[in-house]
């Protein structure tokens, strides 16, 4: 029976820890989407925000596709 329980445990544990993945995968994507935005404002003061947004968010999409 205690066997039993463990098993289980581990495949909760699991379970949970893969849904936690994918909920804070997105919140991390746009944070660093934001924080691209503000160093290429920054840097580029003449670079408008849909510039600057379609630049950060190409750029962060190829990086986490490395």
Do not use: H, W
């Amino acid at each position: 029976m205690k066997k039993y329980k463990s098993i289980i445990f581990i495949i909760v544990a699991l379970a949970l820890l893969y849904v936690a993945k994918d909920k804070y995968s997105s919140f991390n994507l746009s944070k660093s989407i934001q924080a691209c935005l503000m160093g290429q404002k920054k840097l580029n003061p003449d670079l408008t925000r849909e510039e600057a947004e379609k630049i950060c968010v190409n750029y962060v999409k190829e990086q986490v596709g490395k």
